[in-house]
């Protein structure tokens, strides 16, 4: 559905040209759900108005749907981008239009009757759960209701595909909750490919399919979701999966010296990541009985990933250190990552 090809994006600035995003090259399947995530000045912004062509690149090519949307003229690329619906953080409503007005805004040249422009709009309102609210205003709504009528708008058009930019940073975390299920039913109903920009790897571990890290303008990592929080690669990504968990706290725990992750002579601190199937498999005391080594659990969580169980124990083992090592080589062997951290 959606194909960037080495695209970069320069801005001038008064220190100097500023890369925005700088050679990317990106492919997002018909009909998933994919996360575009990286801390404030990352580019994630940039790269993603590159899809509708708000922001066109200086190079590369831009293929949605197989057309190179840099290659068309104007009036093509207008006709294009009805087709690719866009939410923002702030919503972007206007003030002064009722709420049926504001859904209704994007049909006010589609040809359609009065009549078939009012019926389509309050069937957007009902799929957005706000029908009651089609004489409102948006000063009179919440945040999140704002923000369901800002998908209800982007919507209007039937698009293919719906660009969400950080539509979820200024929700709380239940108004946050409820937007994505909402997304995710009209995933499902409506069969949109979705392209969401967040700093919030929640956001990522609840929604997506499949994701993209951003640094410096640049993707350090991709992958399907549940593989990048089963085995990080670069720094920032563990960085971004550890804020969902507590890792980044026991870690802390670690860093200052805390009593019960130091280690004696004949002890190592280990951290476990079961995937899949390993998570159901009792390692722990089965590598405790067969080679007469001490396991205490320091840490434990267990959570599901697209499906699939990810589980992580931070373990303190004691006993020999022949008996130690074979006990990690078998846990290792039952498809468990296994990382020392202190010994």
């Known amino acids: 559905m959606i194909e960037l090809n080495h695209v970069t994006k320069t801005f001038a600035s008064k220190s100097g040209n500023v890369h925005a995003v700088n050679d990317v090259s990106l492919t997002i399947d018909t009909g998933t759900?994919?996360?575009?995530i990286g801390y404030s000045g990352a580019g994630k912004s940039t790269l993603i108005r590159m899809i509708n062509l708000l922001e066109k690149p200086d190079r590369g090519s831009v293929m949605v749907d197989g057309e190179d949307l840099t290659k068309l003229r104007n009036v093509e690329l207008r006709k294009k981008?009805?087709?690719?619906?866009m939410i923002f953080q702030h919503f972007n409503?206007?003030?002064a239009l009722t709420i049926q007005q504001n859904v209704a805004f994007p049909l006010r040249k589609s040809g359609l009757t009065k009549s078939q422009i009012t019926q389509k709009v309050n069937a957007l309102l009902s799929l957005v759960e706000l029908s009651d609210k089609a004489d409102s205003y948006p000063n009179q709504l919440s945040g999140g209701q704002k923000q369901r009528v800002a998908i209800a708008r982007a919507l209007a058009n039937d698009p293919t595909i719906l660009l969400c930019d950080e539509a979820t940073s200024a929700l709380d975390p239940q108004t946050t909750e409820s937007i994505l299920a909402l997304l995710k039913k009209l995933h499902a109903s409506l069969g949109l490919?979705?392209?969401l920009i967040t700093h919030q790897m929640s956001v990522i571990k609840t929604i997506a399919k499949k994701v993209a890290i951003m640094e410096n303008g640049r993707i350090v990592e991709q992958g399907d979701v549940y593989d990048i929080f089963a085995s990080p690669k670069a720094q920032?990504?563990?960085?971004?999966?550890?804020?969902?968990?507590?890792?980044?706290?026991?870690?802390?725990?670690?860093?200052?010296?805390?009593?019960?992750?130091?280690?004696?002579?004949n002890e190592q601190l280990i951290?476990?990541?079961y995937i899949a199937d390993s998570a159901a498999q009792a390692l722990i005391s089965k590598v405790s009985r067969q080679f007469d080594v001490d396991c205490n659990i320091v840490f434990g969580t267990v959570e599901v990933i697209d499906g699939k169980p990810l589980g992580q124990l931070i373990v303190k083992v004691n006993g020999k250190s022949a008996?130690?090592?074979?006990?990690i080589d078998t846990i290792r062997q039952a498809n468990v990552k296994v990382?020392?951290?202190?010994?």
């Not at 981008?81 to 619906?85: D, F, H, L, P, S």
């Not at 890792?247 to 805390?258: F, N, V």
């Open 93 to 95: 409503l206007m003030e």
């Open 193 to 195: 490919t979705i392209v």
């Open 33 to 36: 759900i994919f996360g575009l």
């Open 323 to 327: 008996d130690m090592v074979e006990a």
């Open 339 to 343: 990382e020392v951290i202190r010994s």
């Open 271 to 273: 951290q476990l990541t």
């Open 236 to 265: 920032i990504t563990k960085k971004f999966v550890d804020s969902t968990t507590q890792m980044a706290s026991i870690t802390s725990l670690i860093d200052a010296g805390y009593e019960l992750m130091q280690c004696d002579p």
């Open 81 to 85: 981008r009805q087709k690719i619906g």
